[in-house]
């Protein structure tokens, strides 16, 4: 079954210290997601790609990147790490235009 | 830009009574609207969709939400709530511009079934 993964589950790491989430899908959807879940937020787009090389920001980009390289994966890079980035961070995909997003399982990072 | 507005942050009900999550938008045309579900430690399901067609639409375990233009609102109900709906969920639209599906979530809503 297709299905969209993300690695670590879980991570704990220390203010100044770079970190990389995985997402990983199987659907071969173009379209792919990342966002954080935060209290009283809800979700919030952090970067978004439409296909492969293809990277956009979304609404809370500072201090994020992600790169495109191809269909299946879509890594989200914290440069520096900083506490305020404490947070649950959940990947999706989707067909182009859809209007169904997979979401993924999350990972939630604690930055010390 | 569009926008929704989710009126209660938690919503407490009895195992067996009717179940109300509000949600507002804000859209200078007609928008597509979404709830999406979140049980504890998961990731996130989609629970239903209205896209235009019609307006009071079914979604997954018994959950229905009216698309009512008058009153910018889409709000969710289930007639008769059980333990297993305990959950987040949040009302979501779609961003239309520039030939991509970018989503914008409410800030959610929690529901608890008491016993």
């Known amino acids: 079954d297709a299905e969209i993964t993300q690695s670590p589950r879980h991570k704990i790491t220390e203010t100044g210290r770079q970190v990389t989430l995985a997402c990983h899908q199987t659907w071969n959807h173009n379209n792919m997601f990342w966002y954080r879940q935060d209290l009283g937020h809800g979700l919030r787009l952090i970067h978004y790609s439409y296909g492969v090389q293809d990277t956009n920001k979304g609404e809370v980009s500072d201090g994020y990147s992600v790169s495109r390289s191809n269909t299946e994966d879509l890594p989200l890079t914290l440069e520096s790490a900083a506490s305020s980035q404490t947070s649950v961070y959940f990947c999706?995909?989707?067909?182009?235009?859809?209007?169904?997003?997979?979401f993924g399982p999350g990972t939630r990072l604690t930055v010390l | 830009a569009q926008s929704v507005t989710q009126l209660d942050s938690h919503v407490s009900v009895s195992e067996g009574t009717p179940v109300l999550l509000r949600c507002n938008y804000s859209s200078s045309y007609s928008p597509s609207l979404f709830w999406y579900v979140q049980h504890p430690n998961k990731g996130l399901q989609l629970l239903l969709k209205?896209?235009?067609?019609?307006?009071l639409v079914k979604g997954i375990n018994g959950f229905e939400a009216e698309f009512k233009k008058s009153e910018t609102s889409f709000h969710l109900t289930k007639p008769s709530a059980h333990m297993s709906d305990a959950a987040e969920y949040f009302c979501?639209?779609?961003?239309?511009?520039?030939?991509?599906?970018?989503?914008?979530f409410g800030t959610g809503t929690q529901l608890k079934v008491e016993l």
């Open positions: 979501v639209v779609k961003e239309l511009t520039g030939g991509g599906n970018k989503l914008t």
């Open positions: 209205y896209t235009s067609a019609a307006t």
């Open positions: 999706a995909s989707s067909e182009p235009v859809a209007d169904t997003q997979y």
